[in-house]
Nanobody, 113 residues
């Protein structure tokens, strides 16, 4: 059973920073990343990283968010800088392995104006 445990969400003022963490119970993966969801909207991809290195970001967070992974800790991070109220959402970590997606429980990020 693959488990993903997220942490790091919270309340921050616009312009501030947060770092989300996602600890995985396994060390192998094809891709890992973050999605976010606001009430009444579909979950949208935010950032991803492939096992061989390449990263990808949604246009709205480019230059502000950075995805990274500590392989020794099996932990994925999302450094979020220059946060905006529109970044407010529940952020979900995912891990993709052999065609199966595994999800974390989500962590709330709230950015006040």
């Amino acid at each position: 059973q693959v488990q993903l445990v997220e942490s790091g969400g919270g309340l921050v003022q616009a312009g501030g920073s947060l770092r989300l963490s996602c600890a995985a119970s396994i060390s192998i993966f094809n891709a890992m990343g973050w999605y976010r969801q606001t009430p009444g909207k579909q979950r949208e991809p935010v950032a991803s990283i492939r096992s061989y290195g390449p990263t990808n970001y949604v246009d709205s967070v480019k230059g502000r968010f950075t995805i990274s992974r500590d392989s020794a800790k099996n932990t994925l991070y999302l450094q979020m800088n220059s946060l905006k109220p529109e970044d407010t959402a529940v952020y979900y970590c995912y891990l993709q392995l052999s065609g199966i997606d595994y999800w974390g429980q989500g962590t709330q990020v709230t950015v006040s104006s």
